[in-house]
């Protein structure tokens, strides 16, 4: 049984205006329009350019973008930089998985099977084996192996919603569906999705993201907050934000255990502290800003604002 625990602290929250951190924004060519955001240990930052069909590999120190075209039709959703050093992508106008060889800049697509076609892929992960997984959005998750290139799919419990995914230190992979209003651990094995319910109906869980503890941290499209679950007692504990009641989008935690979401309300970047229970309110320069995801790493927050053709970065 799934007990729901509210925390009380959260529902007096006040946001600080003043961070203690520098937040540096970044202008792409106009239509870039970065979906999702992957930093690579390298310095560099790779982007799904949805709208103009490519990979794309920001530089900082030079501001210069390197477009890679994936192909006919292309429209990548998610990237992350795997454990090869490659960028991966769910490439959603082609229906595949797709790898761009970082040195090289060569593509390879792992296409989905024909069973499985206009899965709306979404995002993906590696799990602690060198096995990436997946998510579509029209009711699919599944896995490719980089190595024989065998690509599995599966039926997603519930039907259309997978969307965020994630690994805990343990190895478990989850994901979060936002249509089907609820989160699903999947077993290695089988690719078998067991549902776990929200804390209450409507929430509307978009992304999820375990923390180093292997404590899973869920945004809520539909309520707002964020929502933190912990497999061992079956508990969730809900944050609302400070001021939105709707559009928390993205969630990512870093490496000192810092949860950051992006609050669409209030065209904000939000970092909460598990410790004190505290926002920090990190707000855009520009109006809809539109962060999707975010990503980072040491000291570094990133996100694409995919309504001003902008990464931005805060670092801390």
Same mark, same amino acid.
């Given at each position: 049984m799934v007990r729901t625990l509210v925390a009380a602290a959260a529902l007096a929250l006040a946001a600080s205006m003043a961070p203690a951190a520098e937040m540096?924004?970044?202008?792409?060519?106009?239509?870039?329009?970065?979906?999702?955001? *992957?930093?690579a240990p390298?310095?560099?930052?790779?982007?799904?350019?949805?709208?103009?069909?490519?990979?794309?590999?920001?530089?900082?120190?030079?501001?210069?973008?390197?477009?890679?075209?994936?192909?006919?039709?292309?429209?990548?959703?998610?990237?992350?930089?795997?454990p090869d050093g490659n960028a991966w992508l769910t490439e959603g106008g082609q229906n595949a998985i797709a790898r761009v060889d970082a040195k090289t800049k060569a593509v390879?697509?792992?296409?989905?099977?024909?069973?499985?076609?206009?899965?709306?892929?979404?995002?993906?992960?590696?799990?602690?084996?060198?096995?990436?997984?997946?998510?579509?959005?029209?009711?699919?998750h599944g896995r490719v192996d980089p190595t024989t290139g065998k690509v599995d799919a599966w039926a997603s419990p519930k039907g259309r919603g997978p969307y965020g995914?994630?690994?805990?230190? *343990?190895?478990?992979?989850?994901?979060?569906?936002?249509?089907?209003?609820?989160?699903?651990?999947v077993d290695l094995a089988t690719g078998e999705a067991t549902v776990v319910e929200p804390p209450r109906k409507g929430v509307g869980?978009?992304?999820?993201?375990?923390?180093?503890?292997?404590?899973?941290?869920?945004?809520?499209?539909?309520?707002?907050g964020v929502g933190r679950y912990d497999p061992a007692t079956k508990i969730w504990t809900v944050y609302p934000m400070p001021q939105s009641k709707s559009g928390?989008?993205?969630?990512?935690?870093?490496?000192?255990?810092?949860?950051?979401?992006?609050?669409?309300?209030?065209?904000?970047?939000q970092r909460f502290d598990p410790k004190t229970e505290r926002y920090t309110t990190f707000p855009s320069d520009k109006r809809n800003a539109s962060v999707r995801q975010m990503l980072g790493r040491p000291g570094e927050a990133w996100g694409g604002e995919s309504g001003t053709d902008r990464l931005v970065v805060i670092r801390d």
């Open positions: 540096t924004f970044y202008q792409l060519p106009a239509g870039a329009t970065p979906h999702d955001v *992957a930093p390298d310095g560099t930052v790779w982007i799904s350019g949805q709208g103009g069909g490519f990979a794309g590999r920001f530089n900082p120190k030079t501001g210069n973008l390197e477009k890679i075209a994936l192909g006919p039709g292309a429209a990548p959703h998610g990237v992350i930089v795997g390879t697509l792992f296409p989905l099977p024909k069973d499985f076609a206009r899965a709306n892929l979404n995002t993906l992960v590696f799990d602690k084996r060198g096995i990436v997984w997946y998510t579509g959005q029209n009711g699919v995914i994630t690994v805990t230190p *343990a190895g478990d992979i989850w994901y979060a569906s936002l249509a089907g209003d609820h989160i699903a651990r869980p978009r992304r999820i993201w375990s923390d180093s503890k292997g404590l899973l941290w869920v945004s809520f499209w539909n309520s707002g928390t989008y993205s969630v990512y935690v870093d490496d000192k255990d810092h949860v950051w979401a992006t609050d669409w309300g209030a065209n904000a970047i």
